[in-house]
């Protein structure tokens, strides 16, 4: 068994009592939500915080307020709310994908949107990393997957990002500092080390997001195993039509390719002011496929991965169209290409 390193626990009442002693105790301090992501990475030594401040006991992040989403909420109560699955499908099918319904009861959103990033030479135990002298990301000083650059290549892998960032939604993050609200696309930097904007001392507490009555939106995920699984690529997309089915404004966005989800604007221009006919939709995931430049550093080949952006970027779009995708969701399934 793999035991967990000691670490000093504070299970704080309060979002204010919880930021005071995340500035109290500084970098040797981390919060914890349902710690499906922190605790594995603990007992395999790749993060070690000496104090964890639980969120787990703080109401103030569990609530639900129209386009207001407390960032504790666990994946399955989001998945139960009715008016997300209506109003932000994109958003519902990514979070109903993650991992299983055992991690989705104890997993949040917030601990989804701050995952740490993925790596085939990182989510090893400290044995295996030793072996190999370690890498980049923690206690090493390459970069296995691009022995000769100066940068680490692990990979984002929350499937709920890409949906957000399709979607334009924003984050609240609040520290002792205050309280400050950008995009969740400004939350990632294309590091795979240090991912995240978000200050150490910062707690993500809500996500906003804009009424979606114009809006359609949706998430496509690739993975080994489609009853479980990290996605190895994904594609979120949100359009608003007009009354005649024209494009006024399209957000396509890949998942698993990158150390941050990838906002293709050449293929939501690609879109943009025409109706969503195959020609279109055509030269929109050719644009994203031009743009993924998966490497190896997960599951299956860097170049299958690749090949599978424009497939995955059609799917997705003609399912906003209207078209019955359903058996091609179910081929995704069983890797039948
Ligand atoms: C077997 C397995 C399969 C998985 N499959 C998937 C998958 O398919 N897709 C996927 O996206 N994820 C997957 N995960 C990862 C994880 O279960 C989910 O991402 C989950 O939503 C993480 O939420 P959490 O509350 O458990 O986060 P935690 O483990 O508590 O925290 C994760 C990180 O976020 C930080 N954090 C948590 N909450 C906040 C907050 N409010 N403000 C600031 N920082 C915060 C923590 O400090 C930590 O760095 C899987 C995990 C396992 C073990």
Same mark, same amino acid.
């Given at each position: 068994m793999i035991r967990l390193p000691r670490f000093e626990y504070f299970a704080p009442g309060s979002? %204010? @009592?919880?930021?005071?002693?995340? =500035? %109290?105790? *500084?970098? @040797? #301090?981390m919060v914890v939500a349902g710690g499906t992501g922190l605790l594995p990475n603990m007992k395999r030594r790749q993060q070690v915080p000496k104090v964890l401040v639980s969120l787990g006991r703080i109401p103030e992040l569990k609530s639900v307020a129209g386009v207001r989403l407390g960032a504790g909420l666990t994946l399955s109560t989001l998945c =139960?709310? %009715?008016?997300?699955? #209506?109003? $932000?499908? *994109?958003?519902?099918? =990514?979070? #109903?994908?993650?991992?299983t319904p055992q991690l989705r009861n104890m997993g949040t959103l917030g601990g989804n949107l701050c995952l740490d990033t993925r790596c085939n030479y990182y989510d090893q135990s400290y044995e295996w990393r030793k072996s190999i002298n370690f890498c980049m990301k923690k206690d090493g000083d390459v970069c296995w997957v691009a022995p000769g650059g100066c940068r680490c290549w692990a990979i984002s892998s929350t499937d709920i990002a890409p949906a957000l960032v399709a979607l334009n939604a924003r984050v609240r993050l609040v520290s002792r500092q205050g309280a400050r609200e950008i995009p969740v696309e400004s939350m990632y930097r294309m590091d795979g080390m240090d991912h995240l904007t978000r200050k150490p001392d910062e707690i993500l507490s809500e996500v906003l997001l804009d009424d979606a009555t114009d809006?359609?939106?949706? $998430?496509?995920?690739?993975?080994?195993? *489609?009853?479980?699984d990290f996605p190895v690529l994904s594609a979120a997309a949100a359009i608003r039509l007009d009354q005649g089915g024209v494009v006024q404004e399209a957000r396509i966005v890949l998942g698993a390719v990158a150390s941050k989800p990838l906002l293709i604007e050449e293929a939501g221009r690609a879109l943009t002011g025409k109706l969503l006919t195959d020609d279109s939709i055509a030269e929109a995931a050719e644009k994203a496929f031009a743009a993924a430049k998966p490497l190896d550093m997960t599951d299956f080949t860097a170049a299958w991965r690749k090949r599978l952006t424009a497939p995955l970027v059609t799917y997705a779009l003609k399912e906003l169209r209207g078209d019955d995708m359903s058996a091609q969701r179910e081929r995704l399934v069983r890797h039948e290409w």
């Open positions: 979002l %204010d @009592e919880a930021t005071r002693i995340l =500035a %109290d105790r *500084g970098p @040797e #301090a =139960a709310q %009715d008016a997300v699955k #209506a109003q $932000y499908p *994109g958003l519902w099918q =990514a979070a #109903a994908q993650v991992a809006w359609r939106s949706t $998430y496509w995920k690739l993975r080994r195993r *489609g009853s479980f």
